[in-house]
């Protein structure tokens, strides 16, 4: 209720009640004015009515006795009536006789009256009916005279009449004043009355209402602690505690649906998911916090918005927008569940992955009522997005790693008992077992059949063993493929932990083929245990045996040998037919030693060209017996790759127990046997002697010490003459090394050279010599000496090195020394070794023009054959048959064989050793070209030999 609604009813109500009376008195006053007019008004007619008919008859009779005196009369005393007003007598012609108005007499009476008064008259003459009219208090009565003789009026149209005619105008309204006056104490009272009851009626009703009206106004301001303004019993005052009472309820109310609100508020602030509330349009009405972050609207600017605004979601996958859930839940009135992968944009530009429902808020929660509004329920689950994301990213990952890998996964189902059943098995069985895993899961028991039978105890055994353990076990058996042959395979399993319920358990297993890895193992450890290329054990397999034997030999007093074999020469052959050839020429050498040995006996190869052999049970004597066999069997020639290579070998031995208790003492000890028969001349066995401790070492010590002998200016090179015997002149010197070492003195060079072939310093070794004997040769040549050529003795390793015939060159090159100045000795072992190399080596040597020896002859084993395709010069004979030939028939008859062979081929030959004028004189005899020897000369240095020419050229 507003203020004008107040003040219309506190106005209204009194102004209402006075309209009311002043109508009801108006009423009351005009009926009664009316009646009283009414009253006088006919009362007048009455009268003028009863005045007409007297005059009438009076006018009649005084007319009848023409008595005009009369007749006027009559007429002029109607003036003296009340209201009189005109009083006429007009005769049948229409003339005026007799007039109040005395002026009117014997006029027309058109000429005097009004036209209505005239056809008043008319009517009245014509139908001699009497006529009357009331107009505005004017009373008119025409009254129609009978005459008993016609007066001369016009008889055919009219009679006379008399006119009488009253006005009680002033009279009415002096009777309706009256009238009123009459009323106006009603009127009075009624005001009274209209007051009192308008002050009773603000009394009772209106301060009441007034009361109630402030009580209202109170309530709708929410101000619920009211008094009750009103008091006693009274309608109002039950209203207004009605009222006060209903502020209180109202209060409870409000504060109970405030406190519902507060607590609405409280649990959608505390939900941990997003809330929307919308109104049955869609708008929202509710929003939480969690819905304005995820949202990125504040709720105030929420509040109001369509959902579609907000809420803007799409389809994680496609991209699409996914339609409203609230307009779902509006048009379809159920419950929307979406989907998980929904995304939700907000505002801001986030994206989150959100699971969300909406469900229609109804108004008495039955399916029929309206809906009123939607509630949206969402969630954040980006992290479960990503997570679930993730583990399907894993289960792929490990579907492909499964699918992809050789292994086999398998579970079995393990029931009390146990029983074990194959539940799951990967597809990849299918390659390793020949059967798919359909068939291994619909036949569980075949598996188990397929275990080779004696692994099967094995394989129940781990089986029964996991599920006792709470680690992995590992097994390996045999399975049966389908064709028949059997796969090494290795089960890794793993038991899952007894459910409390069934005692259900699984085992998962992965299981793979190992065959390859199994063969490989084998293979690594035969490979661990032999030589990779003769397949011979190596030296671990043989230190067990040594053990072994040695075990034996200490229970049942025996003795066993360790023979060291290297073959000698061997880099040679390497170097010079590559190492196919080495490889092909040990694995025969590995051949033959083994079907040369017997059972119980252990080849070994160690590296290189070095071989072992155990014999187990054997003393000395039959240790030196197989040796003799071996060096004899080996000397046999090898085919290899079209070669036919001959090979000595060298060997050591040592006895168990004289030269050792323990296997590295017993092979040290043959080995520095085996060292000692190479020193000792090669192709022949040593035993080991407590003597050849000293001697290796001493050969280690030279070994170190050669090392620095160039460097250190202890090399240097003596000049050996060499005599024509025709002439006696001195055709040549012979190159010859000499190391003078500060502490151990001069060192031969048959103890050096073949230290410096092992160890490859005889290369820098070699070049250096061929250096110092061409320079010095040039220098000769160049002091204008006559013609010297000048021989250098070249190792096997140098021969065989094929940079060797390049060097050379160069070298002379280096000193412009014609290449027929150098010759070049190599010796006989030396070209024998590979023949055909020689030849081919040889050539490329004589091709330069350099000159050739084949030095020690006689010494080897020369086939006439190979010495006829050598393009050598000169055969030298070695000392050994010079020294004795003038004693020893055999030695005289080489020399001679020699000397003959020489000249047989086209070739000069040099004796060595000649010390004696006897020597030369015998050789001068068997026809020998040149001589060398201490008898001549010692080897010398070259400023020595530069004299020695001096003097030869002046002899
Ligand atoms: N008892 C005796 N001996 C005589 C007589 N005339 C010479 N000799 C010695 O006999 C050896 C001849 O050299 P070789 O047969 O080539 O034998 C040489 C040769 O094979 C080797 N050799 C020496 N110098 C070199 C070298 O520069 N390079 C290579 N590769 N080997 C060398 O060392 C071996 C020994 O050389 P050397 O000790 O110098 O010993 C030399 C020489 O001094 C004699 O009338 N009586």
Redesign the pocket.
């Known amino acids: 209720m507003d203020q004008q609604q107040t003040y219309r009813l506190t106005v209204w109500i009194p102004l209402i009640v006075v309209s009311l009376f002043l109508l009801l008195s108006g009423i009351q006053a005009y009926t009664h004015y009316h009646d009283r007019q009414r009253l006088l008004l006919t009362a007048a007619e009455i009268n003028l009515y009863e005045t007409a008919l007297q005059m009438a008859h009076n006018l009649e009779y005084a007319l009848a006795n023409n008595d005009a005196e009369q007749a006027q009369s009559s007429i002029s005393r109607f003036i003296l009536r009340r209201d009189a007003e005109l009083a006429i007598f007009v005769d049948a012609n229409g003339m005026i006789r007799y007039a109040t108005q005395l002026a009117w007499q014997n006029t027309p009476v058109s000429d005097q009256l009004h036209p209505s008064q005239i056809k008043l008259i008319q009517d009245a003459a014509n139908h001699q009916k009497i006529q009357q009219s009331s107009v505005d208090g004017i009373l008119q009565v025409v009254i129609p005279i009978s005459l008993s003789e016609q007066i001369s009026f016009d008889p055919k149209t009219r009679f006379p009449v008399i006119l009488l005619q009253k006005n009680i105008h002033t009279r009415l309204t002096q009777t309706g004043v009256q009238a009123l006056q009459q009323n106006l104490w009603l009127v009075a009272l009624f005001l009274l009355s209209m007051l009192l009851l308008i002050a009773i009626i603000k009394g009772i009703v209106l301060k009441p209402l007034f009361a109630l009206k402030q009580l209202a106004e109170k309530l709708r301001q929410q101000q619920f602690n009211l008094h009750n303004p009103l008091q006693g019993n009274t309608e109002q005052a039950q209203i207004a505690q009605t009222l006060v009472d209903a502020g209180q309820q109202l209060k409870i109310a409000l504060d109970t649906a405030q406190e519902r609100e507060n607590r609405l508020n409280l649990t959608l602030q505390s939900i941990g998911d997003g809330v929307i509330v919308t109104d049955a349009d869609g708008m929202i009405t509710r929003i939480n916090p969690i819905a304005c972050q995820l949202t990125g609207w504040s709720e105030t600017e929420a509040i109001g918005q369509p959902l579609l605004s907000v809420f803007d979601i799409y389809n994680a996958s496609t991209l699409e927008p996914v339609v409203n859930p609230v307009s779902r839940v509006l048009a379809t009135g159920k419950i929307v569940e979406l989907a998980n992968h929904t995304v939700l944009h907000a505002r801001d530009g986030q994206r989150y992955h959100i699971s969300d429902s909406a469900a229609p808020i109804r108004a008495d929660n039955t399916p029929e009522s309206a809906i009123l509004g939607v509630i949206l329920v969402f969630q954040n689950v980006s992290q479960q997005y990503q997570l679930r994301q993730d583990l399907r990213h894993s289960v792929d990952f490990l579907s492909t790693i499964l699918r992809v890998s050789p292994s086999v996964t398998y579970v079995l189902d393990v029931r009390p008992g146990p029983v074990f059943t194959l539940s799951y098995v990967t597809e990849s069985v299918t390659a390793m077992t020949g059967k798919p895993a359909e068939f291994w899961l619909s036949h569980p028991q075949a598996w188990i059949s397929r275990i080779h039978p004696e692994d099967v105890p094995k394989v129940q055994l781990t089986l029964h063993k996991v599920l006792q353990s709470d680690t992995p076990l590992t097994n390996q058996f045999r399975f049966q493929h389908v064709d028949g042959h059997y796969i090494h395979v290795q089960d890794h399993l793993f038991a899952t932990p007894e459910t409390s319920d069934d005692g259900h358990q699984q085992i998962v297993g992965v299981v793979l083929d190992v065959s390859h890895q199994q063969k490989a193992e084998q293979k690594i450890s035969f490979l661990a245990h032999h030589d990779v290329l003769t397949k011979l054990p190596n030296r671990a397999l043989l230190s067990d045996r040594i053990m072994q034997a040695m075990s034996v030999c200490e229970r049942y007093h025996q003795c066993l040998a360790l023979l060291y074999l290297d073959l000698d020469r061997f880099k040679f052959i390497n170097d010079s037919l590559g190492h196919a050839v080495g490889d092909q020429l040990l694995i025969a050498v590995a051949d033959r030693l083994k079907k040369l040995m017997r059972d119980q006996d252990t080849v070994c190869r160690t590296g290189g060209d070095e071989f072992i052999i155990l014999l187990p049970d054997t003393d000395a004597d039959g240790a030196a017996h197989v040796a003799d066999k071996l060096i004899d069997k080996l000397t046999a020639h090898f085919d290899i790759e079209n070669n036919q290579l001959f090979i000595t070998v060298s060997v050591g031995i040592s006895i168990y127990p004289e030269n050792g208790r323990d296997a590295d003492t017993l092979n040290k000890h043959a080995d520095t046997a085996m060292y000692r028969a190479k020193q000792a001349g090669r192709n022949q066995y040593q035993f080991f002697t407590q003597e050849m401790h000293a001697q290796i070492a001493h050969k280690m010590e030279l070994e170190h010490a050669l090392r620095f002998a160039l460097s250190q200016n202890q090399l240097n090179?003596?000049f050996?003459p060499q005599i024509e015997v025709k002439t006696g002149r001195i055709m040549g010197a012979?190159?010859?090394?000499?190391w003078q070492h500060p502490q151990l003195g001069q060192i031969?060079?048959?103890t050096f050279?073949p230290i410096a072939e092992e160890t490859g310093l005889?290369n820098t070794?070699?070049n250096w010599?061929l250096h110092q004997a061409i320079s010095q040769c040039r220098q000769w040549l160049d002091s204008g000496h006559q013609e010297v050529q000048v021989a250098?003795?070249?190792?096997a390793v140098?021969f065989n090195n094929p940079t060797l015939v390049s060097t050379i060159e160069t070298i002379l090159a280096e000193y412009h020394l014609p290449a027929q100045y150098l010759e070049l000795?190599i010796?006989e072992s030396v070209a024998m070794i590979n023949i055909e190399l020689t030849i081919k080596q040889l050539e490329s040597l004589a091709a330069l023009g350099i000159r050739l020896s084949l030095?020690?002859f006689g010494t080897g084993y020369s086939s006439l054959n190979y010495l006829k395709k050598f393009p050598i010069d000169t055969l030298?004979i070695?000392?050994g048959f010079v020294?004795d030939m003038l004693e020893d028939e055999d030695d005289a008859a080489i020399v001679d064989a020699v000397i003959t062979l020489a000249r047989s081929l086209g070739l000069n030959t040099l004796a060595?050793?000649?010390?004696t004028q006897a020597h030369a004189d015998a050789l001068q005899i068997k026809g020998c070209d040149f001589m060398?020897?201490?008898?001549f000369s010692?080897?010398i240095e070259a400023a020595a030999f530069t004299v020695l020419l001096d003097q030869s050229e002046i002899n």
């Open positions: 090179l003596v050996q012979e190159a010859l090394l000499r031969s060079p048959q050279i005889i070794i070699g010599t250098v003795n070249l190792s140098q000795e010796t030095d020690d030298k070695d000392q020294f060595e050793g000649v010390e060398q020897g201490y008898y010692k080897p």
